[in-house]
């Protein structure tokens, strides 16, 4: 039966909306992946004003802190953290809680209270001097509520881990600033092969959350990079031996982070006081 213009129209329409919705997920879970992290960020900006009375450079804090205050403040956040880690445990009963390990292999589930828990620990690692990145918890926010917005809008196991795929990548942009490094990556890695059906909703999720980041009052990028001086010719060679040393020096670092790891695993000590 011939359709009339109209009703050819609408129905092209239909069509359109339906294949392109995922676009407007993915722009809805940028924001709230830049929110997310912004909480983070936040967060631990209180959390310092109230462990040293002032917030900012981690480095500025610690040389106006007394030399046993310096040592101890460290330990009793990590021990504080490492409560927090074993309350974690007890509440992931086998639960995949990396949104790498739940893009990848996983339902796109991201365990909600288990991910919560797990940012807390951090957060009150980091505020306490601990020397570990504020990002990594900043992407696990992002992409917890990638699945929370999935979920609630009953997606299927394959839209969802998609829509957690753009929480991650609109997390990695909104913490370094970088949203088209962001999307080849998560496109890449976590979805293991680069499709304009995937890439394209990373893309605008990453590229949403870049734009909310800038909008947002007090806005400023977590890694700003100073004014260098032109490079000159020979100077060149150094830069060049850097990069070789740093390649040659990565993966022993890696290795020697590794079996550390495994020694403190295998530590009969409370995972607190480790």
């Known amino acids: 039966m011939n359709m009339s213009p109209p009703d050819r129209l609408h ?33 631990l900006t209180l959390l ?17 802190l007394p030399w046993q205050a310096r040592l101890l403040t460290p330990c009793a956040g990590g021990f504080v953290a490492g409560c927090l880690l074993v309350l974690a445990r007890r509440q992931a009963a086998g639960a995949r809680a990396d949104y790498m390990e739940v893009v990848a292999v996983g339902d796109g589930k991201v365990p909600v209270g ?45 839209r969802l881990r998609l829509l957690v795929a753009c929480g991650a990548a609109a997390g990695i942009a909104a913490a370094y ?7 080849f990556f998560v496109t890449e890695i976590l979805r293991g092969a680069i499709t304009m059906n995937s890439l394209g909703p990373i893309m605008v999720s990453a590229v949403v959350a870049n734009i909310t980041m800038r909008r947002l009052p007090g806005y ?16 060149v060679v150094w830069f060049v031996a850097l990069g070789v040393l740093a390649g040659l020096v990565a993966p022993a670092f890696l290795y020697a982070l590794q079996r550390t790891r495994r020694l403190f695993a295998g530590s009969p000590v409370p995972l607190p006081l480790r």
């Open 114 to 158: 288990l991910t919560l828990v797990n940012s807390v620990s951090s957060l009150l690692s980091i505020a306490s001097g601990g020397s570990i990145g504020r990002e990594g918890s900043m992407i696990q926010l992002a992409a917890m509520s990638a699945s929370v917005i999935g979920r609630v809008a009953r997606f299927n196991t394959v």
């Open 177 to 183: 600033n970088a949203p088209i490094a962001s999307a």
């Open 48 to 64: 310092q004003a109230l462990l040293f009375g002032r917030s900012g450079s981690f480095v500025e804090i610690a040389t106006a």
């Open 11 to 43: 129905t092209r329409l239909r069509q359109l909306l339906r294949a392109n919705a995922i676009l407007l997920w993915a722009a809805l879970v940028g924001c709230a992946g830049a929110l997310a992290t912004l909480l983070f960020r936040d967060s």
């Open 220 to 235: 400023h990028p977590t890694y700003e990079m100073p004014a260098f001086a032109p490079i000159a010719n020979l100077e």
